[in-house]
C-alpha cells in the first residue's frame, strides 16, 4: 500500500502561493497522485490528479518530477476560503489496480491569515 | 444532483446498543467504502465494496460490519459501539476503475458514550 507523507500543518496569509509538497516513495508504476481538500464540517472534495510532470486546473498546479517519489501542490494566491485539510492520495486505485484499498494519511492542516 | 447521502448526520448513543448508519449514491457507483476520521490520525479506510456482495476489509475495521446488497446502498453497522468508536465518519463512492477519484458524502458525526 502505497503510503504518503506531508506536513502536518501550514500557515500562509491572504494573496501569496502556497505549495504543499507529499512524499510517496513507494509509488507503483501505474498508480496516479491525487490530491483532495476537506472543509470544517464536510467531507473531502477532489481536487487534481496527475501522473507525472504538471497538471493544472481551475483551481490548483500540481507538479509532479520524473522519479514521482513525491508530489507539489500550488495553490495560487490563497484567500481565506483555502483554509482546508489538503490529502494527498496515491495509488490502490483507479488505474492499473484492481484493490480498492486507499490510504489517505493525516493530510495536511494549511490555514490562511488575513 | 449526483450525491453520497450519510444518515444520520449527528448521533449520540450508549455503549452496547447497535446502530447503523446508512449511506445511499445516486450516480450508479460500483466501489463504496466507509472512513473514520479522528483528529491527528487523518482518514482511515474502515471497509470498502468493490460491487453488490463484495465487501473487504480496510485498515481499521474491528467493531464494524458492513453489508452490499444493493448497488446504492452501503450500511456501517455497529453491533455493539464502544466510546473508541466515538468519530466523524464518511462514506464514499466511485467508479471501478476510478476509486482515485470519490465522493463523499457529508459525514456522521457519532459519540458514543
Known amino acids: 500500500l502505497a503510503k504518503t507523507t506531508q506536513p502536518i500543518s501550514m500557515d500562509s496569509y491572504e494573496g501569496q502561493e502556497v505549495n504543499i509538497t507529499c512524499s510517496h516513495n513507494?509509488?507503483?508504476?501505474?498508480?496516479?497522485i491525487t490530491w483532495y481538500q476537506q472543509f470544517p464540517s464536510q467531507g473531502p472534495r477532489f481536487i487534481i490528479q496527475g501522473y507525472k510532470t504538471k497538471v493544472k486546473n481551475e483551481v490548483a498546479s500540481l507538479f509532479i518530477p520524473a522519479d514521482r517519489k513525491s508530489s507539489t501542490l500550488s495553490l495560487p494566491r490563497v484567500s481565506l476560503s483555502d483554509t482546508a485539510v489538503y490529502y494527498c492520495l496515491v495509488g490502490y486505485g483507479g488505474r492499473g489496480s484492481t484493490l480498492g484499498r486507499l490510504y489517505f494519511g493525516r493530510g495536511t492542516q494549511l490555514t490562511v491569515w488575513p | 444532483e449526483a450525491q453520497v447521502t450519510q444518515n444520520p448526520r449527528y448521533l449520540i448513543t450508549v455503549t452496547g446498543k447497535k446502530l447503523t448508519v446508512t449511506c445511499s449514491q445516486n450516480m450508479n457507483h460500483e466501489y463504496m467504502s466507509w472512513y473514520r476520521q479522528d483528529p491527528g490520525l487523518g482518514l482511515r479506510q474502515i471497509y470498502y465494496?468493490?460491487?453488490?456482495?463484495?465487501?473487504d476489509k480496510g485498515d481499521v475495521p474491528e467493531g464494524y460490519k458492513v453489508s452490499r446488497k444493493e448497488k446504492r446502498n452501503f450500511p456501517l453497522i455497529l453491533e455493539s459501539p464502544s466510546p473508541n468508536q466515538t468519530s466523524l465518519y464518511f462514506c464514499?463512492?466511485?467508479?471501478?476503475?476510478?476509486?482515485?477519484?470519490?465522493?463523499f458524502g457529508a459525514g456522521t458525526r457519532l459519540s458514543v458514550l
Open positions: 513507494n509509488i507503483a508504476t501505474n498508480d496516479y
Open positions: 465494496s468493490m460491487n453488490v456482495e463484495v465487501t
Open positions: 464514499a463512492s466511485s467508479l471501478t476503475g476510478r476509486e482515485d477519484i470519490q465522493y
